[in-house]
């Protein structure tokens, strides 16, 4: 595996990510986790090789990549818009961070020659507000995922927020999630979490997972 780094369109949205990595540390972002049990669990459930291609789609500053170190996992990619996210992950890791393949992109842009089994996203597709970027996402999990790959998703629920870094949200129900991954994807399950932030408030989010056909 080589280490690599992809650089992203200088848009505003990177811009925007940018800022909010420069002016505020890991544990101070409202997705902070200290221990991602729940992407751990699924994807444990889903009984990967440790050579998986795993990929954490807008993983930024989240520890899973160390938690995945710890497990065995050999083939790591961590994709963020935000090069100072990234930065901090590897100042994190020291060592270890070499051993992982740093993508710098907009997910809308992301390109790679890479297919990957397991696609886990935390809190990046709702961000994704029109059709088109929605359309985007969607092709670009078809294209990478590798067929009986798994996709294992967490977007805001009906009940979460609609704003989030200052930024619109989009709320998903099981419904409405299945219905976007309805072409090409088995449904396995969904279920609703609530997320307790570094600033004693509470996010709804709703984890899905699909195996793709």
């Given at each position: ?12 949205s990177?811009?925007h990510?940018?800022?909010i ?6 544990n ?5 986790q200290e ?11 889903v ?6 291609y ?8 989240s ?8 497990l065995g ?10 090069l ?10 020291n ?10 992109s ?9 297919k990957?089994?397991i696609?886990?996203?935390r809190?990046l597709?709702?961000f ?45 129900s ?9 072409k ?19 996010q709804s ?6 195996k793709?056909?």
């Amino acid at each position: 595996m080589q280490n690599n780094e992809c650089l992203g369109d200088k848009n505003f949205s990177k811009k925007h990510w940018e800022n909010i990595y420069n002016l505020k540390n890991f544990n101070e972002v409202s997705w902070y986790q200290e221990s991602p049990k729940t992407s751990i669990d699924l994807i444990q459930s889903v009984d990967p090789d440790k050579n998986a291609y795993i990929i954490d789609v807008g993983g930024g500053n989240s520890n899973l990549v160390d938690n995945l170190i710890e497990l065995g996992f050999k083939n790591i990619f961590v994709l963020d818009i935000s090069l100072k996210a990234l930065e901090k992950s590897k100042q994190r890791l020291n060592e270890k961070s070499k051993t992982i393949n740093w993508i710098n992109s907009d997910i809308k842009e992301f390109k790679t020659n890479e297919k990957f089994d397991i696609w886990h996203d935390r809190a990046l597709f709702h961000f994704l507000i029109s059709e088109e970027d929605i359309k985007k996402y969607i092709e670009s999990v078809n294209r990478f995922l590798k067929p009986a790959g798994y996709l294992i998703i967490a977007t805001f629920s009906l009940k979460g927020p609609k704003k989030c870094s200052g930024l619109d949200t989009k709320q998903y129900s099981e419904d409405s999630i299945r219905k976007i991954f309805n072409k090409g994807f088995e449904y396995i399950k969904s279920f609703e979490e609530i997320h307790n932030t570094p600033f004693n408030t509470t996010q709804s989010f709703i984890w899905n997972v699909f195996k793709k056909l």
